[in-house]
């Protein structure tokens, strides 16, 4: 069963580094998200991308972060001059369609992003 | 604020029970629900989602949806120690059906 792919599992970057998180959506998937789980907290929204640029955005997605698609495989989130409460889980998501289709979001296995 | 609210538990039931697993949400207008399965460290696993009013039913896993009390449930039958997890409600939101809202989860024991 096709599956997102992230990379890498767990990141150690000290703070005020960037960061560079990749993820591979499923190939016939068309609308791409991120989302952040902090320890033991909620899953959290951060951007929605289609068509090569973002559709919506959280209040959690300032200036610091960013997201590209360089390629036709590849969907990356950019997160400058990481802060301690960065500090989380990062999971990318893709689905087929968007908006009011209904369709699933389908979650990869994350990336663990430990700021020092 | 949009709010999905779940009881956090942890909810113990033992094999081969009927697990229930309850999620509100707070905004009318939310058209699609998702229930996920997350073990500890792990991605979120779509298990099943529901659009219309009424139960929707896939195999040992049946979702509830009550739009006029914004109410969706998970009943999971014949309880397995492998349904052992947290339990996740995402609703979508209800402008754009873009992203989703996730509740906190509940956290579900299966006892052997």
């Known amino acids: 069963e096709p599956e997102v792919t992230q990379t890498p599992s767990h990141q150690v970057t000290q703070m005020g580094q960037e960061v560079i998180l990749r993820c591979v959506p499923i190939?016939?998937?068309?609308?791409f998200y991120w989302y952040r789980q902090i320890l033991g907290q909620k899953v959290e929204f951060l951007v929605s991308?289609?068509?090569?640029?973002?559709?919506?955005k959280s209040e959690i997605f300032d200036d610091q972060f960013s997201v590209e698609r360089p390629d036709g495989s590849n969907f990356t989130l950019k997160i400058r001059s990481t802060k301690l409460e960065d500090s989380a889980m990062y999971f990318c998501?893709?689905?087929?369609?968007?908006?009011?289709?209904?369709?699933?979001?389908?979650f990869g296995d994350g990336t663990r992003l430990s700021i020092l | 604020q949009k709010e999905v609210e779940q009881n956090s538990g942890p909810l113990s039931v033992p094999e081969g029970a009927i697990a229930s697993l309850n999620c509100t949400y707070s905004d009318r207008g939310s058209q699609s629900f998702f229930w996920y399965r997350q073990y500890s460290g792990k991605s979120p696993e779509l298990i099943m989602f529901?659009?219309?009013?009424g139960d929707k039913e896939d195999g040992r896993f049946t979702a509830q949806l009550n739009k006029a009390s914004q109410y969706v449930s998970l009943l999971i039958r014949d309880s397995q120690p492998s349904d052992s997890a947290t339990y996740l409600c995402?609703?979508?939101?209800?402008?754009?059906?873009?992203?989703?809202?996730f509740g906190t989860g509940t956290s579900l024991t299966v006892i052997p």
């Open positions: 529901i659009y219309s009013n």
């Open positions: 190939s016939n998937h068309l609308y």
């Open positions: 998501a893709s689905s087929q369609e968007g908006g009011w289709s209904n369709q699933p979001q389908h």
């Open positions: 991308f289609y068509n090569n640029e973002i559709s919506e």
């Open positions: 995402a609703v979508t939101d209800p402008n754009t059906g873009n992203q989703f809202y």
